[in-house]
């Protein structure tokens, strides 16, 4: 569905439907492409976030209490997170999203995703040297192990969600 079709009132000036309206594009000139913009790709981009933004609190929750005889419990489930929402949403954003803005956006937006891409490079390196780690302990950890992936399991929420943050701060209202 085209943005047009799906939001027929917004005229012809651009507006996100995932911020308040009125929120116009800052370039005139590509106005006409960014209205062309699917807007179901921009809208599942930024349901993903927060559909890993609730994910993110169960691990949170979780590493507060970790206990050795989840461990393994708990690998399986971030595994599965990682696969299903971080790395299919980063393919997701590199591959429909960035593209877009790369070649319509003004160059502060163009900035900003070079710096995401450099953020996703850095997460999915933690992801998977976490896992790594996580692993070598086999299914029961030492407490020492524990409070080990605890810490990293901490770092890298933080990583994720000044990530989306960034995105839902700076790059999102401006599209």
Same mark, same amino acid.
């Given at each position: 569905?085209?943005?047009?079709?799906?939001?027929?009132?917004?005229?012809?000036?651009?507006?996100?439907?995932?911020?308040?309206?009125?929120?116009?594009?800052?370039?005139?000139?590509?106005?006409?492409?960014?209205?062309?913009?699917?807007?179901?790709?921009?809208?599942?981009?930024?349901?993903?976030? &927060?559909?890993?933004?609730?994910?993110?609190?169960?691990?949170?929750?979780?590493?507060?209490? %970790?206990?050795?005889?989840?461990?393994?419990?708990?690998?399986?489930?971030?595994? /599965?997170?990682?696969?299903?929402?971080?790395?299919?949403?980063?393919?997701?954003?590199?591959?429909?999203?960035?593209?877009?803005?790369?070649?319509? &956006?003004?160059? /502060?937006?163009?900035?900003? @995703?070079?710096?995401? /891409?450099?953020?996703?490079? /850095? %997460?999915?390196?933690?992801?998977?040297?976490?896992?790594?780690? @996580?692993?070598?302990?086999?299914?029961?950890?030492?407490?020492?192990?524990?409070?080990? %992936?605890?810490?990293?399991?901490?770092?890298?929420?933080?990583? @994720?969600?000044?990530?989306?943050?960034?995105?839902?701060?700076?790059?999102?209202?401006?599209?």
């Amino acid at each position: 569905m085209r943005y047009k079709k799906a939001y027929p009132n917004a005229g012809a000036k651009y507006f996100s439907p995932l911020f308040p309206e009125g929120a116009l594009h800052e370039n005139e000139q590509n106005q006409n492409v960014m209205t062309d913009i699917k807007m179901d790709k921009l809208t599942k981009a930024y349901l993903d976030h &927060g559909m890993i933004s609730e994910e993110m609190t169960f691990f949170e929750k979780f590493v507060e209490g %970790i206990d050795a005889d989840e461990v393994e419990d708990y690998l399986v489930r971030i595994r /599965k997170f990682s696969d299903e929402y971080i790395v299919n949403h980063f393919r997701f954003e590199e591959e429909e999203i960035f593209p877009l803005i790369l070649k319509y &956006g003004n160059e /502060k937006e163009k900035k900003m @995703v070079q710096m995401l /891409k450099n953020d996703h490079v /850095k %997460i999915l390196q933690k992801l998977d040297d976490f896992l790594k780690k @996580v692993t070598s302990y086999g299914t029961h950890p030492s407490e020492e192990e524990i409070e080990e %992936i605890m810490h990293s399991s901490r770092e890298l929420l933080e990583m @994720v969600l000044l990530h989306a943050r960034k995105e839902d701060a700076h790059l999102f209202p401006n599209l």
